[in-house]
């Protein structure tokens, strides 16, 4: 059986797509079976995986997407949901991707009708189930240890779908006001959700349509701080400052709310995690990549699996690159295993 992960935050910019690809490639790299699925309308994992084949692509394959891919439920097409060939990722065996589509945000206000009026409507009634349906058949058709579920920054009914749809979730944030301020919309807004998705679950409409609305199994493994600049192997003091205040307020604030609505893991599997610091349920701190950025976006691999010939350095630049990809391969190495850890008890 897979797991499927969740990376959300409605805050925009905080390395979601990012660590998705990251994760996604570490875990594939410890010999999991990934499956990154695109639901972001902007597209951004997609482009990244496909870079410069991108247009052609969805020239040559019209229905290798999850806007096809959902159409038989949102288009009321005569044909079963069905596992969409998925794109291989170049360079990492066990990894593919179902890429994204613009139109994806065409479902948005049928699915939040549907979703709102939670099976009232009969004609609407496949759609809150479609998207695990379809998640189910990919993963039952790669094989997939993990399906990791790469999320646009919106509070909208889509993504009120993807997470009610998912057995767990990371928040990836960045070290400022504007984090801050996003955990706590999701202290108030995440209960909403996950009451609403119980609700929806003990519809008998929902429970009786084609694609039944899964019970939501949904739990929270964790944070991930990122893009902070590093000093002595920690951050600057103005970012230290930030990744204080959102731990503070992910464990006085979020984990409450979430432990109150049942969408937590014990207390003791956070703690076996050895998260950093202790205490905290921040799963990893991933410093700026810096010049590896650019690098690691040009040859679409994630800067700790870069090789000696895509760094175009030699000497003791090429030293130093090396050094930094080692340093970023142990940090995603160790929240791929604590990511493995948690999800294995969601
Ligand atoms: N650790 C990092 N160091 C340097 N740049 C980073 C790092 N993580 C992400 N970035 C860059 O920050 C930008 C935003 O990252 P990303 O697109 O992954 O965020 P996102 O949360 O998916 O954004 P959106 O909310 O728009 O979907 C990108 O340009 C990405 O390359
Ligand atoms: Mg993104």
Not at 29 to 43: A, F
Request: hydrophobic share 40%.
């Amino acid at each position: 059986m897979h797991k499927s992960i969740a990376l959300f935050n409605h805050k925009g910019g905080v390395s979601k797509t990012t660590t998705t690809f990251n994760l996604g490639w570490m875990l594939a790299e410890k010999g999991k079976r990934v499956v990154l699925v695109d639901t972001d309308p902007q597209c951004n994992l997609t482009g990244l995986i496909l870079g410069e084949k991108l247009d052609d692509f969805y020239t040559d394959n019209p229905t290798r997407n999850i806007h096809a891919a959902l159409a038989p439920a949102f288009l009321s097409q005569p044909r079963e949901i069905a596992a969409v060939d998925c794109v291989e990722v170049a360079g990492r065996p066990g990894l593919t991707l179902l890429p994204g589509h613009v139109n994806l945000s065409e479902y948005e206000v049928t699915l939040g009708i549907a979703q709102e009026l939670a099976g009232s409507i009969q004609t609407l009634k496949n759609l809150p189930g479609a998207f695990n349906y379809l998640v189910t058949k990919i993963a039952e058709a790669n094989n997939a240890d993990y399906v990791l579920i790469d999320m646009s920054p919106s509070l909208g009914s889509l993504n009120q779908n993807f997470l009610a749809s998912s057995d767990c979730f990371l928040v990836p944030t960045s070290p400022d006001y504007f984090s801050l301020m996003a955990i706590d919309s999701l202290s108030a807004v995440l209960p909403r959700w996950a009451e609403w998705a119980r609700r929806a679950h003990a519809s008998e409409t929902l429970q009786t349509a084609a694609y039944p609305f899964r019970e939501l199994q949904l739990k929270f493994l964790g944070t991930i701080v990122q893009k902070f600049r590093p000093r002595l192997g920690g951050a600057t003091v103005g970012f230290q400052t930030w990744i204080d205040r959102i731990n503070t307020a992910i464990r006085e604030r979020l984990v409450p709310q979430l432990q109150t609505h049942h969408l937590t893991l014990p207390e003791q599997v956070y703690h076996d995690a050895g998260n950093s610091p202790a205490e905290s349920y921040c799963l990893a701190q991933i410093p700026d990549f810096n010049t590896l950025a650019a690098t690691s976006q040009l040859h679409k691999t994630p800067v700790f699996a870069l090789t000696d010939p895509m760094f175009g350095h030699v000497g003791t630049v090429l030293e130093q690159d090396r050094v930094k990809r080692d340093q970023f391969h142990g940090l995603f190495s160790e929240l791929a295993d604590r990511v493995i850890a948690l999800a294995d008890h969601a």
